[in-house]
């Protein structure tokens, strides 16, 4: 099948910067739109920002200005690059992909999430 596997969550002080990876693999076809979703403690998971197999991008409000979502189309690896970290950001977030496998047939797919801490 298909696996999602996220890479560079950690912790981080406020103001700082994290790079996350989501490299896709297995028996894929196609990707079409990737995704970063994001949960914190105690409340349900939210979009932080998508990008589609085009190129174009969206983001939550929060997001705007301080988050870049990317894509390697070759490495079938999604990023977002985070800058001006907030408390508030804590979260684990979460990798998405919307992957039509060699079968022909369209799943989404999730990662298995990595954590992001801000705190001084």
């Known amino acids: 099948q298909v696996q999602l596997v996220e890479s560079g969550g950690g912790l981080v002080q406020p103001g700082g910067s994290l790079r996350l990876s989501c490299a896709a693999s297995g028996s894929i076809f196609n990707i079409y739109a990737m995704g970063w979703y994001r949960q914190a403690p105690g409340k349900q998971r939210e979009l932080v920002a998508t990008?589609?197999?085009?190129?174009?991008?969206n983001y939550e409000d929060s997001a705007k200005g301080r988050f870049i979502i990317s894509r390697d189309y070759a490495k079938n690896t999604v990023y977002l690059q985070m800058n001006s970290l907030k408390p508030e950001d804590t979260a684990v977030y979460y990798c998405?992909?919307?992957?039509?496998?060699?079968?022909?047939?369209?799943?989404?797919?999730w990662g298995q999430g990595t954590q992001v801490t801000v705190s001084s």
């Open positions: 998405n992909g919307r992957i039509q496998i060699i079968t022909g047939l369209e799943y989404d797919y």
């Open positions: 990008i589609t197999s085009g190129g174009s991008t």
